[in-house]
């Protein structure tokens, strides 16, 4: 049997010291509170009182002989320089011009394949992999116009829905990473196109005007970007071939499985096979041989983004900045520091063992396959972690695309398996020892102050630790009157406030994907139901401890049930 278990010397970096300072009605923390949030926490043995005196007694004679098995790690440390792995990515990208282009990656959906005499350049329309470098999709179209003697185009269509879920933190995050894809484009003679409005709208009349001879987009299995699809298709001239290329998986969807995957079960051997063809290093985008006579407007990012109307409560988080170099150097402390902690404390919300990546890899500004790539290459100080990691990030992130992509009803409990609608059928009147609104879940009004931590969290970072959203979805379930209300409000807090939300792939349940955590995974049942025979039956593997236990500041502790098929749960990396 696993436990989840906190501790820490710190008054406060431990949730549980933290969840006495957090007011019972989420009023803004002092700041200790604040501290806990924003810090990276740490994890120390916890010790018995007679361990801890004697700690303390032989703490100065130890001092000076850990200053000097410390000195050497020290020095390790400052010879290091910040940046390396951008220069030795830029390096390898260089010397590997000739990489080949899998042709698996594309699919086409028009009849013709064929550019047609007199075209005037190769579009790239971006979706949902927002960078230059490492982008199948950009290094594909750069080809194709390199072989037809033709400029090369990028554009972006900017929708702003009329919605709760419109907000400052993600179209700021968005549009300052885009600011950054322009930047280069100018710089590598690519011209880019920021276009207002929905793609069938606009898509097909600005390639007509501009004669492209092929428009080349990136993938996503999400609803409303393939009806953007659909609608472009529909639109675009039959003599334009429209050409899509999974830029975003290391092996692309349709590759890897024809069909739904029930589990990480069943998808893990389709994907393992494959990556020696498809988990390669990338090819440079390089300055672009052939000048467009038609130029592109040029964006004003600042008043851009100050006429959208967004809500703007909902504000940029400080850790995360937006940007390919942003999640770069991310990449590199995670490689630096955090990976050799991935493998044993990646569950541990105390312990900075996260790569902390999701936000970059949710707008596509850094490539998972670039992330695996490097971690392979560069972790071997970290050899327990990379298999770990590598699973979390291919695996278990990939088959969030296939679910979304074959199970049109991703998003609602219609979309779950027979046997756990029937699971959550049969126990949707059990009785709740509580029952909240959206609006008391939202300002983290609730009786548990580790979920009120938690959501606080989300809330004003943006973010969550993946251990803690299994208690934090699972809660929500017994906590409202219907599964049905438990994922609409789940769905909704999640895609408001995660930085990483409104996409499939879901490191640590932050997307779509938490309906997982809701009908594929969890079970509702109440306080009777628990001390009853009933308990153990049918797919419970979240279990909550209702008995308070030393280590979490009173609280209820969270557990792994040994039946916890932990390959089957979407996980932060």
């Not at 079960?265 to 994907?271: D, H, L, P, V, Y």
């Not at 209702?546 to 979490?552: A, E, I, N």
Request: hydrophobic share 35%; glycine share 4%; proline share 6%.
């Amino acid at each position: 049997m696993l436990h989840c278990v906190w501790r820490s010397t710190s008054p406060f970096s431990a949730p549980g010291r933290f969840l006495k300072l957090l007011p019972h009605h989420h009023q803004r923390p002092s700041s200790p509170a604040l501290f806990f949030l924003t810090s990276f926490f740490s994890c120390q043995p916890t010790m018995s009182g007679t361990k801890r005196k004697a700690s303390s007694a032989t703490a100065g004679k130890d001092h000076r002989a850990k200053q000097q098995k410390l000195a050497p790690v020290k020095q390790e440390k400052k010879e290091k320089v910040g940046g390396w792995l951008q220069s030795l990515v830029q390096q390898q990208r260089s010397e590997k011009k000739d990489v080949k282009f899998n042709k698996k990656r594309l699919r086409f959906l028009s009849d013709t394949e064929k550019i047609k005499q007199g075209s005037e350049g190769v579009l790239y329309w971006m979706l949902r992999d927002q960078r230059v470098q490492d982008n199948w999709a950009l290094i594909h179209a750069q080809r194709l116009a390199v072989k037809e003697n033709l400029p090369l185009h990028v554009c972006f269509c900017l929708v702003v829905p009329k919605s709760e879920l419109s907000t400052l933190r993600h179209y700021s995050f968005m549009l300052k990473g885009l600011e950054e894809v322009a930047k280069e484009c100018e710089q590598l003679n690519v011209q880019f196109h920021l276009l207002h409005g929905a793609p069938g709208k606009v898509l097909p009349g600005f390639v007509s005007d501009h004669s492209f001879g092929a428009v080349v987009t990136d993938f996503s299995p999400i609803r409303e970007p393939l009806q953007w699809l659909e609608d472009v298709k529909k639109k675009l001239s039959k003599d334009i071939p429209f050409i899509q290329v999974d830029a975003h998986n290391i092996v692309p969807c349709w590759v890897a499985s024809p069909k739904q995957e029930y589990s990480a079960r069943t998808i893990r051997g389709k994907i393992t096979n494959l990556l020696p063809e498809f988990l390669t290093d990338f090819p440079l985008v390089d300055a672009h041989p052939h000048t467009a006579t038609r130029t592109a407007k040029g964006v004003d990012w600042d008043k851009t983004l100050a006429s959208l109307d967004v809500d703007r409560n909902v504000k940029e988080p400080e850790w995360a900045k937006p940007g390919t170099k942003a999640g770069m150097d991310m990449l590199e402390s995670f490689i630096d520091v955090r990976l050799k902690l991935f493998g044993s404390q990646r569950n541990d919300p105390n312990a900075p063992a996260l790569s902390q990546l999701s936000p970059w890899l949710r707008f596509g500004q850094i490539s998972a396959q670039r992330v695996a790539w490097q971690v392979q290459r560069n972790g071997k100080n970290a050899s327990q972690s990379v298999p770990a990691f590598i699973e979390e990030l291919v695996v278990r992130r990939e088959l969030t695309d296939n679910f979304c992509f074959y199970n049109k009803k991703y998003d609602s409990v219609e979309g779950a398996y027979e046997w756990a609608q029937k699971t959550l059928k049969d126990h949707a009147k059990d009785q709740r020892p509580y029952l909240y609104t959206r609006e008391q879940l939202e300002k983290a009004k609730t009786h548990d102050k580790l979920w009120n931590a938690a959501q606080y969290q989300m809330v004003t970072e943006g973010k969550m630790h993946g251990f803690l959203r299994m208690y934090w979805a699972k809660k929500i379930l017994e906590w409202t009157s219907s599964p049905e209300e438990a994922l609409s409000i789940a769905l909704y807090l999640n895609d408001r406030y995660e930085l990483d939300g409104q996409d499939p792939n879901g490191f640590v349940g932050k997307n779509r994907f938490i309906l997982t955590y809701l009908i594929k995974y969890a079970f509702v049942f109440s306080h009777t139901l628990t001390h009853s025979a009933a308990f153990w039956s049918r797919r419970l593997y979240v279990v909550y401890l209702r008995h308070p236990r030393p280590g979490l500041g009173g609280e209820s502790r969270i557990r792994e049930d040994p039946l916890h098929e932990l390959q089957r749960l979407p996980s932060e990396v």
